[in-house]
């Protein structure tokens, strides 16, 4: 166990390495168009040319160094112009080209907000998504199996920003009622707080669930052919404890590789949500810095995303390797 | 193989294998099927409104009616009007060629970058495929709509310019899959006997293992179509995909037209509801084929509900 965590750890070095590299080019490829709109918007001077103006931009925005420089810089490896290393490794990502607020601060402020309609999502996901994909695997090919297999797929086809919508417009004409859209932090109300998240969490729940119950059932079916099972029957144990007992510790494993690997769908589809519910997370941070092109903002959420998801994705490798031996020795 | 043996052969299988491998593939579909047909039919539909979508829409997508907005169903405006008073049908129908072509040409390029991907690293192995690997989990890390965000701030909204940025971003992540399938073809003794008779390695490729993993690329072609419909429509509700005025189904249900949907609900429903069943459909059909297709999924023996132990089926 210990040489494939070590293992596992020395391949996700160079995978960061690249994930910083992409995360950084992503955005340098742009045409002239944030400093065009930045100028735009700013104050005209007097005296400067548009020139002059342009290049002063770029000087205060650290673009006038070549951008090996300018990703040194960034990563935290080469000092700033004022000499200071204030860099990724130093846990710095920057400040937003329009506020100039710490990209940092910013994200942590907001995280707790993504993290909670994150967390409801998922326990929706799984309560919805394991009974029912379950049921679905021990009766393959009977009605409550197609029934399940439309619904998880419905799940997956139906959009939640479409849900979302719906939310706001149909009870609205019904009971005059629509869901409360200034955001209410946990603290200090807790029970406005979980309504307001409540809604826009189960929609989330429900997208992931579909795939969700898919995997289940799949991996259950792919369980349910296996000798052991056969044995388990052979000796005349009752259904509940072939299903429990045998089937679903073995068919649970993978499902845990496949929970983790819908965590950047429950990413993106946060924010869409955060964006209909008004939730101040960092899906909302980063649709509006789309919005004013503000690329320190852009790659500093997709770089902390990245890197998360990285750790993610390496954890749960470990846990399945730890859950299932016979992952280790290959 | 000589002639008698040929026909002593083809006497001895089945009836059914002497159709093509399309025409079984279609007969055992609608047999074995139902939903995926329905699925199939849904999609054909969306084929024929998006491309006839001149001749099917009463209006045009941008035309107007002075005086006509919001109005509700009517038997001029079979899903009333918008804000602006455009004949919401006409712009679900235009629609449909919009999702047509993002659906079409994202699953064509994604499975044609995940192809190229997959059959070089696949197949040459080594240390190249270990960069290109790292390459490849690097670029998953990231969230999808993050990326497809980032990229569309960058080089613009648009219809081509979004089936390029969904195009690559599922190209890259699909090219696990086609790798996979590369290597488990290329360990094949038919493989082994190009490479001994000296074939180059584009001819190994093109004619030994292009064709042999044809089936895991049409089912990434299939259950690309609804994910890529559902991804442009996530980021023109947004407000960055397709530019107004051409309708796209989920840019109708954002931007300024969210202000009048509790004045007029078919705004919010139509647009939603087109989408639903579309991405419902592409996902259907995605579904049966791969089980069709991919025969490690197929029941069989091992089917629960025929147990040997329990009452059997016939």
């Given at each position: 166990?210990?040489?494939?965590?070590?293992?596992?750890?020395?391949?996700?070095?160079?995978?960061?390495?690249?994930?910083?590299?992409?995360?950084?080019?992503?955005?340098?490829?742009?045409?002239?168009?944030?400093?065009?709109?930045?100028?735009?918007?700013?104050?005209?001077?007097?005296?400067?040319?548009?020139?002059?103006?342009?290049?002063?931009?770029?000087?205060?925005?650290?673009?006038?160094?070549?951008?090996?420089?300018?990703?040194?810089?960034?990563?935290?490896?080469?000092p700033?112009?004022?000499?200071?290393?204030?860099?990724m490794?130093?846990?710095?990502?920057?400040?937003?080209?329009?506020?100039r607020?710490?990209?940092?601060?910013?994200?942590?402020?907001?995280?707790?907000?993504?993290?909670?309609?994150?967390?409801?999502?998922?326990?929706?996901?799984?309560?919805?998504?394991?009974?029912?994909?379950?049921?679905?695997?021990?009766?393959?090919?009977?009605?409550?199996?197609?029934?399940?297999?439309?619904?998880?797929?419905m799940?997956?086809?139906?959009?939640?920003?479409?849900?979302?919508?719906?939310?706001?417009?149909?009870?609205?004409?019904?009971?005059?009622?629509?869901?409360?859209?200034?955001?209410?932090?946990?603290?200090?109300?807790?029970?406005?707080?979980?309504?307001?998240?409540?809604?826009?969490?189960?929609?989330?729940?429900?997208?992931?669930?579909?795939?969700?119950?898919?995997?289940?059932?799949?991996?259950?079916?792919?369980?349910?052919?296996?000798?052991y099972?056969?044995?388990?029957?052979?000796?005349?144990?009752?259904?509940?404890?072939?299903?429990?007992?045998?089937?679903?510790?073995?068919?649970?494993?993978?499902v845990?590789?496949?929970?983790?690997?819908?965590?950047?769908?429950?990413?993106?589809?946060?924010?869409?949500?955060?964006?209909i519910?008004?939730?101040?997370?960092?899906?909302?941070?980063?649709?509006?810095?789309?919005?004013?092109?503000?690329?320190?903002?852009?790659?500093?959420?997709?770089?902390?995303?990245?890197?998360?998801?990285?750790?993610?994705?390496?954890?749960?490798?470990?846990?399945?390797?730890?859950?299932?031996?016979?992952?280790?020795?290959? | 193989?000589?002639?008698d043996?040929?026909?002593?052969?083809?006497?001895?299988?089945?009836?059914?294998?002497?159709?093509?491998?399309?025409?079984?593939?279609?007969?055992?579909?609608?047999?074995?099927?139902?939903?995926?047909?329905?699925?199939?039919?849904?999609?054909?539909?969306?084929?024929?409104?998006?491309?006839?979508?001149?001749?099917?829409?009463?209006?045009?997508?941008?035309?107007?009616?002075v005086?006509?907005?919001?109005?509700?169903?009517?038997?001029?405006?079979?899903?009333?009007?918008?804000?602006?008073?455009?004949?919401?049908?006409?712009?679900?129908?235009?629609?449909?060629?919009?999702?047509?072509?993002?659906?079409?040409?994202?699953?064509?390029?994604?499975?044609?970058i995940?192809?190229?991907?997959?059959?070089?690293?696949?197949?040459?192995?080594?240390?190249?495929?270990?960069?290109?690997?790292?390459?490849?989990d690097?670029?998953?890390?990231?969230?999808?709509?993050?990326?497809?965000?980032?990229?569309?701030?960058?080089?613009?909204?648009?219809?081509?310019?979004?089936?390029?940025?969904?195009?690559?971003?599922?190209?890259?992540?699909?090219?696990?899959?086609?790798?996979?399938?590369v290597?488990?073809?290329?360990?094949?003794?038919?493989v082994?006997?190009?490479?001994?008779?000296?074939?180059?390695?584009?001819?190994?490729?093109?004619?030994?293992?292009?064709?042999?993993?044809?089936?895991?690329?049409?089912?990434?072609?299939?259950?690309?179509?609804?994910?890529?419909?559902?991804?442009?429509?996530?980021?023109?509700?947004?407000?960055?995909?397709?530019?107004?005025?051409?309708?796209?189904?989920?840019?109708?249900?954002?931007?300024?037209?969210?202000?009048?949907?509790?004045?007029?609900?078919?705004?919010?429903?139509?647009?939603?509801?087109?989408?639903?069943?579309?991405?419902?459909?592409?996902?259907?059909?995605?579904?049966?084929?791969?089980?069709?297709?991919?025969?490690?999924?197929?029941?069989?023996?091992?089917?629960?509900?025929?147990?040997?132990?329990?009452?059997?089926?016939?």
């Amino acid at each position: 166990m210990r040489s494939y965590i070590m293992r596992r750890f020395g391949l996700i070095i160079p995978t960061l390495i690249l994930v910083t590299i992409i995360t950084f080019l992503m955005v340098r490829f742009v045409p002239g168009s944030i400093l065009d709109l930045m100028i735009g918007d700013m104050p005209p001077e007097e005296g400067l040319t548009y020139e002059e103006m342009k290049a002063e931009l770029e000087a205060r925005l650290g673009l006038d160094v070549p951008v090996y420089t300018q990703y040194a810089r960034w990563v935290g490896i080469l000092p700033q112009k004022d000499g200071g290393f204030h860099g990724m490794l130093q846990g710095d990502l920057g400040e937003s080209l329009w506020t100039r607020r710490p990209i940092v601060d910013e994200i942590l402020s907001r995280i707790p907000i993504s993290l909670e309609l994150g967390i409801i999502a998922l326990t929706t996901a799984m309560l919805v998504a394991f009974p029912i994909g379950i049921y679905s695997a021990i009766r393959q090919d009977t009605i409550g199996d197609y029934i399940s297999r439309s619904f998880a797929i419905m799940c997956i086809a139906v959009p939640g920003f479409w849900i979302g919508t719906l939310v706001f417009v149909l009870p609205s004409i019904w009971w005059n009622w629509t869901p409360p859209v200034e955001y209410i932090p946990i603290g200090k109300d807790f029970g406005k707080n979980i309504v307001q998240f409540i809604i826009p969490g189960i929609i989330m729940g429900t997208q992931m669930a579909g795939s969700t119950m898919r995997m289940t059932r799949t991996m259950m079916l792919e369980v349910l052919r296996q000798d052991y099972i056969k044995t388990a029957w052979a000796k005349g144990l009752k259904e509940r404890a072939v299903i429990v007992r045998h089937a679903l510790k073995n068919a649970m494993i993978p499902v845990i590789t496949i929970v983790g690997g819908q965590v950047p769908v429950l990413i993106g589809g946060s924010a869409i949500m955060e964006q209909i519910f008004v939730l101040p997370g960092i899906g909302q941070y980063m649709v509006n810095a789309i919005g004013q092109r503000d690329y320190a903002i852009i790659s500093g959420i997709n770089l902390m995303m990245a890197s998360v998801l990285l750790i993610l994705i390496l954890l749960v490798d470990l846990s399945y390797a730890w859950l299932d031996p016979r992952i280790r020795y290959r | 193989m000589t002639e008698d043996t040929k026909d002593l052969y083809a006497g001895s299988v089945s009836r059914r294998k002497r159709r093509g491998f399309f025409a079984d593939l279609a007969y055992r579909f609608i047999k074995e099927k139902p939903l995926g047909t329905v699925g199939a039919i849904i999609v054909i539909l969306l084929l024929v409104v998006g491309i006839s979508a001149d001749l099917l829409a009463p209006f045009g997508y941008n035309e107007t009616f002075v005086g006509g907005k919001l109005e509700g169903m009517s038997t001029d405006h079979w899903m009333g009007t918008d804000n602006v008073g455009r004949d919401l049908m006409s712009r679900i129908i235009f629609g449909a060629r919009v999702s047509m072509f993002v659906g079409l040409g994202t699953s064509a390029l994604g499975t044609a970058i995940s192809t190229i991907i997959g059959l070089i690293s696949g197949f040459l192995g080594g240390k190249f495929d270990l960069i290109i690997q790292r390459f490849v989990d690097a670029w998953v890390c990231f969230p999808g709509l993050f990326v497809m965000l980032t990229f569309v701030a960058i080089i613009g909204g648009g219809v081509a310019q979004i089936i390029i940025i969904l195009g690559v971003q599922g190209g890259i992540g699909g090219s696990r899959l086609a790798r996979s399938a590369v290597i488990a073809v290329k360990s094949n003794l038919y493989v082994e006997a190009a490479k001994a008779i000296g074939a180059p390695t584009w001819s190994i490729l093109l004619k030994h293992i292009l064709p042999n993993i044809m089936a895991p690329l049409i089912i990434m072609f299939t259950m690309g179509l609804g994910g890529a419909i559902l991804a442009e429509a996530s980021i023109s509700f947004l407000g960055y995909g397709i530019p107004p005025p051409t309708p796209s189904w989920g840019g109708m249900l954002s931007g300024g037209a969210r202000r009048y949907m509790i004045q007029a609900p078919w705004m919010a429903i139509f647009p939603g509801l087109a989408l639903s069943i579309v991405v419902y459909g592409a996902n259907m059909f995605g579904d049966a084929l791969r089980d069709l297709l991919d025969p490690r999924l197929r029941g069989g023996l091992g089917r629960y509900s025929g147990n040997l132990l329990r009452k059997p089926k016939t």
